[in-house]
């Protein structure tokens, strides 16, 4: 199952990247996670890790999510494995825009594109969940936009 959204926030692209690439915070953006957390000290980067457990139908599902590319400011993609699914999440960000005449730019274009696979038997029922899948893309996005938003003004 495929989602892929781009939004645009106040957040200047190296905070943005930042946040995000620290998917230790993902809780606080997305509603559909109950936790997460860094599962190690030191810089962040290829082969950071991450404890996940996201609320799937009111059912706790863990999930350990690892940093495979790293690439800052402009792109990461964190691949998680749980019991019932695979997940590979990429996220670019680029300059959003302008301000009008003053060629100073303002905030950061991101663009979240999550490749998620359910295991076995459960792979038969992808083509029934992209509404669902929809849905919680879209909660998580508005989440991020809102505390990138947050962040910028202060």
């Known amino acids: 199952m495929r989602y892929r959204k781009t939004i645009d926030v106040a957040a ?3 905070d943005a990247f930042a946040y995000v690439a620290d998917f230790g915070r993902a809780a606080e ?3 559909g996670l109950r936790e997460s957390r860094r599962l190690e000290e030191g ?4 082969g950071s890790a991450f404890h996940i457990v996201a609320d799937v139908g ?7 999510y690892t940093i495979t590319a790293f690439e800052p400011p402009r792109r990461v993609v964190i691949e998680g494995v749980g019991e019932q699914a695979t997940s590979r999440d ?4 680029a300059p959003a825009g302008t301000a009008a005449g003053s060629g100073t730019v303002r905030g950061t274009r991101v663009t979240y594109d999550v490749d998620l696979r359910l295991r076995a038997a459960r792979r038969l029922a992808e083509p029934f969940l992209g ?11 508005a989440g991020l936009k809102q505390q990138l938003d947050a962040r910028a003004a202060g």
Request: a negative charge; zero cysteines.
């Open 12 to 14: 200047p692209l190296d």
């Open 90 to 93: 990429e996220v670019t960000f």
């Open 58 to 64: 009111g059912k706790a599902q863990e999930f350990r």
């Open 43 to 46: 810089p962040l980067g290829v």
């Open 131 to 141: 509404g669902f899948m929809r849905s919680l893309g879209d909660k998580a996005l």
């Open 29 to 31: 953006w997305d509603p």
